[in-house]
């Protein structure tokens, strides 16, 4: 099914084919029907499916501007956040429809000002409660609550937030529900918040035919570093995301390359928002070649052209190995998948392998160059100055 087909505003659609969209994903084709019906709709989606236009488009056609808040859409992460607020803001502003962020990390006035006038309002549960707690939001025009990546909301703890956030919302409303897997406790929310909901799911959120999955057994820790400079420098013909198990790591393996010449940077938890979206955009815009980054990126952010992702420390349980690894192989395009073992990780890995879906092969070993790893980027200018 193509775009134009869907009974829905023109200039959505124009905007949708300039932006090189043509046939519709699994996701949308089987979700804009039934949200423009005003069904309630769980949808399960592999990453890079096209979910945000796929409950975007659909509101966006449904809403009239200047009726107040109309939309609440609830997202785990600031990122997250940001993101799904610019796709509503680039697809809205042709209608005069307003879409806005709240998160924490950054001034609450501006977002008072701003809740004043907005139609859809994108949010991290958190914040969104700092605003009921202030009386700066109204939720008596809410008529569409979308959870999305609800899964990963469960997995950080926000439940109880979301919970308390949906009880303001009025219950005559259309609930929309996203996220990549569907345990138990997500069908828990379901059945208590959904009225008669239509249920999509579409194949595993990673799509395996297109991700090559290797792992390299290094014999000493100390060579780690040196083999992801090699296959980052060597072997990794696009973007990459590195992923390590700490904020200090992430910071230690970008400076660590940076040294080396390669145009890394990182991101975490740790860092001010402005400099977490700094760093996103220079990878997006392709100003850096590499994203060191924690798991706060492992999850619904929408980064184009990544070619290989390395995990730098390997993840504990096969679920958030696929988190990671689905920021490559995305739409349909072939990707890399590179973990770098080191004996402390095999009780890991071992997880990790125990899903029978996941194929996962040893690599032979590269020559590569030994190169020093510093705690502190103190030690390695020191180090080349008396060089």
Do not use: W
């Amino acid at each position: 099914m193509r775009f134009e087909e869907l009974n829905i505003n023109k200039g959505l659609l124009k905007k949708a084919k300039d932006d090189g969209f043509e046939g519709l994903t699994a996701i949308q084709e089987r979700c804009i029907p039934h949200i423009l019906r005003g069904r309630d709709v769980v949808g399960q989606a592999e990453t890079g499916s096209g979910k945000t236009l796929a409950f975007g488009l659909p509101i966006l056609d449904m809403l009239t501007p200047g009726k107040g808040i109309q939309v609440i859409l609830l997202t785990p992460t600031r990122e997250l956040c940001v993101q799904v607020t610019s796709v509503f803001r680039d697809y809205g502003k042709m209608l005069g429809i307003k879409a806005i962020s709240v998160y924490g990390g950054v001034g609450i006035e501006p977002q008072i000002n701003n809740l004043r006038s907005a139609d859809i309002v994108v949010g991290t549960p958190g914040r969104i409660l700092d605003h009921i707690g202030r009386a700066t939001i109204d939720f008596r025009n809410v008529k569409i609550l979308v959870l999305d990546e609800t899964d990963k909301m469960f997995e950080m703890g926000f439940i109880d937030d979301v919970e308390r956030i949906i009880s303001y919302v009025p219950k005559d409303r259309q609930t929309l529900m996203f996220s990549a897997t569907v345990f138990n406790e997500v069908l828990g929310i379901m059945k208590k918040h959904l009225r008669d909901p239509v249920v999509i799911m579409t194949k595993s959120y990673v799509d395996t035919t297109k991700l090559r999955q290797v792992y390299y057994d290094i014999y000493n820790r100390n060579a780690k570093f040196s083999l992801l400079a090699h296959l980052v420098k060597n072997a990794t013909p696009g973007l990459a995301i590195v992923f390590c198990a700490t904020r200090i790591e992430s910071d230690l393996v970008a400076n660590n390359l940076k040294q080396h010449g390669i145009n890394a940077l990182a991101i975490h938890g740790g860092m001010t928002q402005d400099k977490r979206e700094r760093s996103l955009d220079s990878l997006k815009n392709e100003k850096i070649d590499v994203l060191v980054a924690t798991d706060v990126a492992a999850r619904g952010l929408d980064i184009k052209n990544v070619s290989h992702v390395y995990n730098y420390d390997v993840p504990k349980t096969a679920k958030e190995y696929l988190h990671r690894v689905g920021r490559t192989a995305r739409a349909g395009e072939k990707g890399d998948a590179v973990t770098l073992l080191t004996q402390r990780d095999h009780d890991n890995f071992r997880r990790i392998l125990s899903d029978q879906n996941l194929d996962i092969e040893k690599a032979p070993m590269p020559h590569f160059r030994k190169l020093p790893f510093f705690r502190d980027v103190e030690s390695y200018q020191r180090r080349y100055r008396r060089s």
